[in-house]
């Protein structure tokens, strides 16, 4: 006897499907603010504020690529796609992180070239002005997806860039004061810090990409303590292949043998079984989509025989 259990459908919205206007939004304030810094870079030769600029087309293809990614999430599944399209999200947020490490690389590289070669006719005060702006939109950013950065890796990938704009517009603004003083170096040393910035939040970003494709157990999911509520259900003598595991944000999915007391199973107890089991799970761990398939004694020393 199997059970499957579940509350939500294989195609309904993901965690970043639930967030789509807001990044709708923050998409159309970053490509605005993006055109103004690329405006502002080639008029005022600020090489910082080009890398700034360059960060925030990385953002906007990022939330472009997100909001793509959770409209396929929403398609149904189907026979050869028994999930829908939800890992779309997962693959969306790998491609981001490899655009991320690719602009903090060159943002880097450039820097230090013009840290060696400063350009003295950087204008200063277009610099500062243009920063300021972009610090004031990507306040407004991290206000709209700080909801939902905690619930979707789209999200917190787009929440982490905003974040990284917000601190890019910062080091602008520094550069612009020092290159105003006369210390033309300060733009391309900007122009490094904010390479140094992006590089580890697309390693971290990569890192829980990874987590899911190498179906790594969710982090709320600590399976012994599964393990042990559910061994804990009368009639449960014992449970394996325990196994936990992420489709995309917000959606993990569990599946377990349960060896059930032959007694119960001869009284055509297994259902009351499995209901108990999805009222332990729905009950005290962040999971509501499980599969369990039911045995009785005689078949857990069948399978440890054949595995050892």
């Known amino acids: 006897m199997s059970g499957h259990s579940h509350s939500h459908s294989h195609g309904a919205a993901t965690a970043t499907g639930a967030h789509r206007r807001r ?20 008029v005022s030769g600020s090489l910082a504020l080009l890398a700034d600029a360059g960060h925030m087309l990385t953002d906007a293809t990022g939330i472009g690529i997100a909001l793509f990614a959770s409209w396929l999430a929403t398609r149904p599944a189907s026979a050869t796609r028994t999930f829908g399209w939800q890992r779309a999200e997962i693959l969306a947020a790998m491609t981001n992180a490899l655009i991320l490490g690719v602009v903090a690389v060159l943002a880097i590289v450039e820097g230090v070239s013009r840290v060696r070669a400063p350009d003295p006719h950087v204008e200063a005060g277009l610099m500062i002005g243009v920063a300021v702006v972009g610090l004031v939109a990507n306040v407004v950013g991290l206000r709209l997806l700080s909801a939902g950065q905690g619930e979707s890796l789209n999200v917190r990938g787009a929440y982490l860039e905003v974040l990284g704009d917000l601190l890019g517009s910062v080091a602008v603004i520094v550069a612009g004061v020092f290159v105003a003083l006369g210390f033309a170096w300060a733009d391309g040393l900007a122009s490094v810090a904010i390479g140094i910035m992006i590089l580890p939040r697309a390693l971290t970003l990569l890192r829980e990409v990874a987590a899911v494709l190498l179906e790594s157990t969710p982090a709320g999911v600590d399976l012994e303590k599964v393990r042990t509520h559910m061994e804990g259900i009368p009639g449960v003598v014992g449970v394996h292949d325990l196994h936990a ?15 059930v007391e ?36 005689e078949m857990q020393e069948t399978e440890s025989s054949v595995h050892v």
Not at 29 to 39: K, R
Not at 245 to 259: E, L, N, Q, R, Y
Not at 273 to 284: F, I
Request: proline content about 4%; some cysteine; charged content about 15%.
């Open 23 to 42: 990044l709708v939004i923050v998409l159309a304030i970053t490509l605005g603010v993006m055109v103004l810094e690329v405006v502002g870079a080639l």
């Open 262 to 297: 032959a007694e119960m199973l001869e009284r055509g107890e297994g259902t009351a079984v499995l209901r108990r089991l999805k009222e332990c799970l729905g009950g005290h761990f962040d999971v509501d989509h499980c599969t369990f398939q039911i045995e009785p004694p």
């Open 245 to 259: 595991w992420t489709i995309t944000s917000g959606v993990p999915v569990m599946s377990a043998h349960v060896v």
